[in-house]
Every structure is written in C-alpha cells, then in structure tokens.
C-alpha cells in the first residue's frame, strides 16, 4: 500500500501526480527523483514508474512497464445500497471496495434515516481510492447517486438479487455480471419489498438479522463464492 499512488493524469509514458498523491509523496514519503513506485489510474493496469520531476504540488514519473493488476475481475459485481448512517456507510464503502465490487450506486428507501448529497458522494468515491490502494486493485470502485424509482429501469435484463431477511431461498450457482440490493438499518418497507420482487431474485442471507454493514459484506462474498465466469 505505501508504495501504490493513484493518478489522474497521463501523457504517452508520463504520469503527472497533483494535489494530495503529491504531497503525500513528497512531504511524507520523502520521495526522490529516481525513485521507483507504482501508479494507477482506475484502468485495471499496475504501472511501474521512476521519479523524474519534483515540484510544489505535482510529481511526475515516467512509465517503464505497466501490468494488468492481479486482482482485475472481468466480470462486475454492482450494489444498491439505500443511504445508511455515515459510521455504517463509510465501513460498507470500504469492504466492498476490498470485495472487487465495481459499482456502488446509493438510493434513499422508505425507512432510510440518513441524507446524502454530491458532496458526500466525492467523499466516498475518495474512501474507494484509498481502499484500492490498501487492497492493490487497480481499478476503482464508482459511487453514484441515483432514484429508487430508477432501479428497476437501469437493471433491465440484469441478473439482480435483493437480499430480504424474511426469504426462504438460498444461494445458489451462476454465472456472469450481478447486482445485489441492500436496505437500510430499519429495512424495506412493504411496498419496497413488493417492488424488487419483481425484478430481483429474492434471497436469504440466513436466520439472523444481519445489520445493513454486514448484511452488505455477507451478500457479496457469498455471491461471489458460487459465482463463475460467463
């Protein structure tokens, strides 16, 4: 992880680091021109880079070789996940971004207690960053706003399961791209349950009522456990 930084910025076999990836390398990582470390840019690629230019508030490194990241999935995993308290929210964003899930897209459900804003949402995409650096994915898991009257439209022809605590059916094998839905610390209301019913696989994630963090983490490593390749 100390070694990892994340760049926005490329031209043919240079890299440009700005703003705090800068910083971080220069004031507390000392970094100096010459040295070698690894970038990433959300493209699923390790590059190996060497220092070449250090200044106020951007480094600059150029390409020696780049790699496809061992931990790239080709196949995606995306989670609705209605707004939760922040303390939860912020933990869930994190394991998720470790589960290699690709996409998070956040929704206000009937019993959610808490607000988010775009705001918010840059700071959670920042979280999803700095976890792809502590689990050495080189891609980033993308948070997004969008209306729970959305979901069913944007899942059209999508296998999708919605994690429900008073389902009967198991987990059970498949193959291919899934989406998951995830309520919020008070759970659906009935309508919603009714709603995603229709368009989601309805699943038990056992006898206990998991908290929403958990509930989250639960869905997708178990998903993933019986999940193959298309």
């Known amino acids: 992880m100390d070694n990892r930084y994340y760049f926005k910025e490329k031209n043919d076999n240079i890299v440009i680091f700005s703003s705090s990836e800068a ?128 979901i069913e439209k944007d899942l059209e022809g999508k296998l999708c399961f919605f994690a429900y605590e008073n389902a009967d059916e198991k987990i059970t094998s498949f193959s291919g791209d899934f989406a998951v839905i995830i309520g919020p610390e008070g759970g659906f209301s009935p309508d919603e349950v009714q709603l995603f019913s229709k368009f989601c696989k309805t699943i038990s994630l056992g006898k206990t009522i998991l908290r929403a963090e958990v509930a989250g983490v639960v869905a997708v490593s178990s998903l993933k456990a019986v999940q193959h390749e298309s």
């Open 23 to 150: 910083q971080h390398l220069a004031r507390v990582r000392r970094a100096k021109i010459g040295d070698e470390i690894v970038g990433f840019n959300g493209d699923g690629i390790d590059y190996n880079l060497k220092i070449i230019e250090i200044t106020k508030d951007k480094v600059k490194a150029e390409i020696l070789s780049s790699t496809k990241n061992k931990a790239y999935e080709d196949t995606g995993v995306t989670v609705y996940l209605s707004f939760l308290k922040n303390d939860a929210l912020t933990t869930l964003i994190d394991h998720l971004a470790e589960l290699n899930v690709k996409t998070v897209k956040l929704f206000k459900s009937d019993f959610s207690v808490a607000n988010l804003d775009e705001k918010k949402i840059e700071k959670l995409n920042q979280i999803s960053i700095q976890a792809s650096k502590q689990c050495e994915r080189a891609d980033i898991m993308k948070i997004e706003l969008i209306a729970k009257s959305q």
